[in-house]
């Protein structure tokens, strides 16, 4: 029996938030560490929409046939990678560097939330599959 | 004559056997709702986590709520489920 | 592999925070140095910061290397500011007119700057934190 069949899309989608998440706070940290850069613009790291996408319509592959064809619709949930977004400010101050540090931390708090969200979530639908196996008779 | 009347009082009437049935039946109702309970709230709860994750609402604590009724009602299905063949097996045990 | 990039990019900040909180201490400590061994009076440093992925780049492809970058410090500065000169003829380094030359160094402008660099490097430290939070959280997956 392929084990496979055990875990339904949910477990996939844990998997793939908790990974778009980790490298969201890589990019976080990044922006942290370039606070002081002259002319750095900060990034974050915009996934939920393609997520949303993927899941509402799972069917759809990513890759057209026809080369001049555009995908459209969600792909599949693997192939959702996220998209690193610039937040360009304009507020045309001394070394042009956009990062503000009360966003940042605030999106740090933010993703570490989901993160842990995420795992929580995890457990519990791990441990009643556990359950359910375990449970003798 | 009497005696005729007074055997007759003593048998099982034959509404006696539907009443069991109905019993059993009560048992049989509660497991069926108690898996489509199941089915309900695991679903549920999964479509409440991934909407939480993908940006479309929903608040951490309705979701962990969610989880923890499609938790309960699975593991009140399967006690359900092992108390039935327990039953079935008590049942196949009792020799006629 | 992951969870040591994100530790390095705030590792490289922390240095350079460092690094520029010395370079200001240096400043505040020389603030009425009027010997140098180039000669002159003391003049001010500054650090300039750039971003850079040279610690980790072998570690993520192109497609996820943009928007992730450490930051190094490129050079130190030397300010070519021209000394301010004050009226002190019983200075030993007075000129013919009693002037002395002193470094143009603004204290309050380096005590500013040095709270800010205590600021961002506890904003480093917080992602550190924060990183290594979520990897112990990872590791609990299924226990």
């Known amino acids: ?26 990019v976080i940290s990044s922006n942290l560490a370039n606070i002081d850069t002259p002319g750095y613009t900060p990034a974050r790291l915009r996934f939920e929409e ?6 509402e319509s799972p069917n759809q592959a990513a890759s057209p046939l026809h080369p001049n064809h555009f995908a459209i619709g969600g792909g599949s949930l693997e ?57 003798d008779r | ?54 940006g479309q609402g929903g608040s951490l ?19 359900l489920r092992n108390k039935a063949v327990d039953a079935y097996q008590e049942i196949m045990r009792m020799s006629v | 592999m992951d969870v040591f990039t994100s530790l390095q990019i705030s590792s490289s900040a922390l240095s350079a925070q460092r690094t520029r909180l010395n370079v200001i201490s240096s400043n505040l400590a020389n603030v009425g140095t009027t010997r140098t061994p180039e000669g002159g009076p003391y003049r001010k440093r500054q650090v300039v910061f750039q971003s850079t992925n040279e610690d980790f780049a072998q570690h993520l492809d192109n497609a996820k290397k943009q928007g992730i970058q450490g930051v190094k410090v490129s050079e130190i500065r030397v300010s070519q500011a021209p000394p301010r000169t004050v009226y ?25 700057d040095m709270m800010n660099a205590t600021r961002n490097y506890e904003a480093n430290a917080s992602a550190i934190q924060a990183t290594k939070r979520m990897a112990l959280k990872a590791l609990e997956i299924g226990r």
Not at chain 2, 68 to 76: N, P, Q, T, Y
Request: proline share 4%; aromatic share 4%; glycine share 6%.
């Open chain 1, 1 to 26: 029996m392929p084990i496979n069949g055990l875990f339904n899309r949910t477990v996939g989608v844990l998997n793939k938030v908790l990974d778009l998440r980790h490298r969201n706070q890589q």
């Open chain 1, 50 to 55: 393609d997520l949303q996408q993927a899941l």
């Open chain 1, 79 to 135: 192939q959702v990678s996220g998209r690193i977004e610039h937040l360009v400010t304009n507020s045309g101050l001394g070394d042009q560097n956009g990062v503000n540090l009360d966003q940042e931390m605030v999106a740090q708090a933010e993703n570490q939330l989901y993160y842990e969200a995420a795992t929580t979530m995890l457990n519990k639908k791990l441990g009643l599959l556990k359950y359910i196996v375990q449970s």
């Open chain 2, 1 to 54: 004559m009497k005696s005729i009347d007074i055997v007759n009082v003593n048998l099982p009437s034959p509404t006696a056997p539907q009443k069991t049935e109905k019993q059993g039946g009560g048992f049989a109702d509660q497991l069926k709702s108690a898996i489509n309970n199941v089915s309900e709230t695991q679903a549920n709860a999964d479509r409440a986590v991934e909407q939480l994750h993908s």
């Open chain 2, 61 to 79: 604590h309705e979701v962990m709520i969610a989880l923890e009724k499609a938790d309960i009602s699975m593991r009140l299905f399967v006690q």
């Open chain 3, 88 to 112: 002190e003829p019983g200075h030993p380094d007075a000129d013919e007119n009693g002037m002395v030359s002193l470094p143009a160094i603004d204290t309050m402008a380096e005590m500013v």
